[in-house]
Each structure stands twice: as C-alpha cells, then as structure tokens.
C-alpha cells in the first residue's frame, strides 16, 4: 500500500482520537463548577471547547516530546507502526469509556505507542529515558503535588471564611462558585495546552516516519489548526454526556473545594506543558478532587475506593501497550494485516457509539475517573448520615 494513503488514514485516526479525547477527558475540567451549580452543564462544555481551542496555540512542547523522545529515530520507523499504535490507543480507549472504567486517554496513546513500537523494532527503540522522565515520574508526582496544593488551598479558603463564634456571621462560601467559572475555564486552557498536543506530536511523528517532514522538531501550522478545532469540536459534542453524570454524581463538592480543587488542577497543568511533560490531565484533576475533599474538615479517605481509582490509572498504559502490540503483529503480516486491523477498528468504533446511543445516561454506561475520585473521600455529614441510616435499618428488623 502507497505510503502516502497510510499516512493520511493515520491522520484521520489520530484527529478521531482527538476528538474522542474531547468528550472522554475535557470535561473533567467543568465537572466541579457542574456540581456545585456555579455554571449549567451546557453552558460549561461550550466554554470548556473554546478554552481548549484556545489552549491548543500556547506550546508545542508536549507535541515535539512525542514526535522526538519517545522514539530514537522516528526516520526507521514505518508509518504502519504509528497506526498500529493508535488504533492499539482507540480501541481501548473507547472500550473502557463504554464500560464506564476508569482511564487515561493520554495513557492509552503513550501505552499504544510504546506497544507498537517495542513489537516493531524491539525496546531499543524506544527512548526510556524520555519516556521516564516526561511520562512516567510526571504521572506518578503530579496528582500527588496537585493534591497537596488543593488540600492546602481548601484549609486556607475555610480559614480565611471561618464563621464568626460571636454573632454567627455568614461565611460567605457561596462566592467561590463565582470564581469556579475562571478557574475551571482556566483548566480548560490548561487541557488544551496538553492533550490536543498529544494529537500533534502523533501526526508529525507519522509525518517524519513517512518522510513528509524532515525531523520532529517543529510542528507545521496546519497540524496545529486541525488538532485545536477537533478537540474543541469533541468537547461541544461529546462532553455534556459525561458532565450530566458527573455533575449529579459528584460527592459533597462544595464551592471552595471546587476552586481549590481547579486552581490546583490548572496550574500543575500549565506548569508541565511548559516543561513538555506529557500528563494524565484526568489524573491531576483526579488528585485535586481528592486533595479537596482532605482539606474539608472531617474528610476520611475510603481506602477501597482509593485503590480502585489507582488501579485504573497503573492498568492502562500496560494493557494500551498489549493492544498496541497485537495491532503491530496484524499490519506487518502485510497489505491484508493493515486492511484487517483498520476494519476491526472501524468496526468496534461503529459498534461502541451505536449501543451508547440505544442505552440512557447512567454511571453504568458513562462514568469518569473524576466522578470514582470524587467518591474516595468521605465526608463527616456522609458518616452521620450512613450511621443514621444503619440506626433505622437495624430497627426496622426488629
């Protein structure tokens, strides 16, 4: 099959994956003003999309990380590989956004990726370093460091609001939903600045690998336009199915948790777009809800839940990668693998969209790794009523 043709079929898997990355993972940045009321559930995707359109323009760092670290020489690799991967990324990406199970788009491309790429041309290949420095040791600190900052703006935000012990008066705690509507159109930027680069840095990639471009340096305009506009078009389209769930479904998120939780979001973000550290977006929103929910007195981690939601985030990229190396064996077998690997992903991609327009929106059908972290902490009013809860129960079987 005409290089040419190959390289093209990877740039409109990779933009639909972009596109899915909009409905999948942007709106985790509206989920807390949703859930605290500050802003309607439409209004904020069509602010999350335009945020993120926007966000797109800032930096090319992630994007040149792709394209350049993750691999030693994209010039030896076959631009079969890059779909091999993909499709490796889409498949599972999609399979657990149907099933409702927690995980990372951003993951599953890297995991995708680095699978094809090891089944193609062996480890050496692969940039581990690289791929260490600007993936890994960032998934592992950034929810941690998003976190802390959140619990440490939550415990300031209800210190600085302290009701007053002498004539009651109001804390005045309702204002933070105002302030919700910058800070999480600020998250939205940050994704932008992320994860449509991710998009980028896999089109030039293929670019390079089918010798439309020199090297990976750089990322041409038209890369940048097309990746900004589909991600934006994701988040409009896809995303109020996710943020219907998650704005009823988050627990106990009040207004100043929700800013802190979105201040702390977006500036680690920001922070490591400019750095070209390749985050989880969901998993740093992830850590600031948890880290919020901390700061709020009487919070208590549910340890089961906690590592469940941490199960998510360590199987995705192993088992993206596996997708991603079983796509590789099919399209090296030939013309007859390639077309074989690009019908089963159409084919589950039809299927997958087709059911979840016949099912209603549930947290069975749709859920986020948001709304499983909004669960891990327990509040102290959520105790008092489970204990008041299990006091009825037990007398009503007497």
Do not use: C
């Not at 993936?135 to 009701?163: E, Q, S």
């Not at 549930?362 to 790794?369: A, M």
Request: aromatic residues 6%; charged residues 15%; hydrophobic residues 55%.
């Amino acid at each position: 099959m005409d290089t040419i043709y190959i390289v093209g079929l990877v740039v409109v898997l990779a933009l639909f994956f972009d596109f899915t990355n909009g409905f999948h993972d942007t709106a985790n940045a509206m989920a807390t003003p949703i859930a605290t009321g500050a802003m309607k559930p439409r209004t904020a995707v069509a602010v999350a999309s335009v945020m993120n359109l926007a966000g797109a323009f800032l930096s090319t760092a992630v994007a040149t990380m792709i394209s350049v670290g993750m691999v030693n020489d994209a010039t030896t690799l076959k631009p079969e590989i890059v779909f091999a991967g993909l499709t490796g990324a889409i498949l599972w990406n999609l399979t657990t956004w149907f099933l409702g199970l927690p995980s990372s788009s951003s993951h599953a491309l890297f995991g995708g990726l680095i699978g094809a790429v090891a089944a193609a041309a062996g480890f050496g290949a692969i940039n581990l370093d690289s791929i260490l420095q600007k993936i890994i040791y960032p998934a592992l600190f950034a929810p941690v460091i998003a976190g802390l900052a959140a619990w440490l703006a939550t415990r300031l935000a209800y210190a600085i609001t302290a009701r007053s012990t002498d004539d009651d008066l109001a804390t005045g705690r309702n204002r933070f939903r105002y302030g919700q509507i910058f800070s999480s159109s600020l998250v939205a930027l940050s994704h932008g600045t992320n994860d449509a680069q991710k998009t980028m840095g896999v089109i030039t990639l293929v670019l390079v690998a089918g010798g439309l471009q020199k090297d990976g340096s750089h990322v041409e305009l038209w890369v940048v336009l097309a990746a900004a506009l589909v991600i934006a078009l994701g988040t409009f389209s896809g995303g109020w199915r996710i943020i219907k769930t998650m704005g009823k479904g988050l627990a106990e998120v009040k207004p100043a948790q929700g800013l802190a939780a979105e201040v702390a979001t977006a500036a680690t973000i920001l922070a490591s777009s400019k750095l070209g550290f390749a985050l989880s977006t969901t998993q740093v929103a992830s850590g600031s809800i948890i880290g919020s929910g901390l700061g709020r007195s009487g919070g208590k981690v549910r340890w089961n839940k906690a590592g469940q939601v941490v199960l998510g985030w360590v199987f995705t990229l192993p088992a993206a990668a596996i997708v991603g190396a079983i796509s590789t064996a099919l399209v090296l077998a030939g013309p007859a693998g390639l077309i074989i690997d690009a019908v089963v992903t159409v084919g589950v991609i039809i299927a997958i969209f087709q059911i979840s327009r016949r099912n209603a929106v549930t947290h069975h059908s749709v859920s986020s790794e948001i709304e499983e972290a909004s669960e891990v902490v327990e509040s102290a009013k959520q105790r008092k009523a489970a204990a008041k809860a299990a006091a009825k129960s037990g007398k009503a079987k007497k």
